[in-house]
């Protein structure tokens, strides 16, 4: 009912910037709060930043200060904005929404993008 594709991922030097973006598709009524999560290897997927409908905003400790992320409520897309990268950043960035879809709400992934952090 929902999809969510997420684009903007690649390599980067440490220090550099990437922007992601997550649009969000499908019989849509509604998307309440929107997520970027990511996952290392070896690691747990961890929760990066997360907006909800009205735009409050939280981040992760890890990333306050680097990272802003944003939404576009008439384009049902996510945006993340990622300065001064470090090698730590290296993961699968996966977007996450909670949406309303022919009248039934529901929890969404997307496949994820590679972002890779490395000289």
């Known amino acids: 009912q929902v999809q969510l594709v997420e684009s903007g991922g690649g390599l980067v030097q440490p220090g550099g910037s990437l922007e992601l973006s997550c649009a969000a598709s499908?019989?849509?009524?509604?998307?309440?709060?929107m997520s970027w999560y990511r996952q290392a290897p070896g690691k747990q997927r961890e929760l990066v930043a997360l907006?909800?409908?009205?735009?409050?905003?939280n981040y992760a400790d890890s990333v306050k200060g680097r990272f802003t992320i944003s939404r576009d409520n008439a384009k049902n897309t996510m945006y993340l904005q990622m300065n001064s990268l470090k090698p730590e950043d290296t993961a699968v960035y996966y977007c996450?929404?909670?949406?309303?879809?022919?009248?039934?709400?529901?929890?969404?992934w997307g496949q994820g993008t590679q972002v890779t952090v490395s000289s």
């Open positions: 996450y929404a909670v949406a309303l879809a022919r009248g039934v709400w529901g929890n969404y």
């Open positions: 499908g019989s849509i009524s509604r998307i309440n709060e």
């Open positions: 907006i909800t409908f009205g735009g409050n905003t």
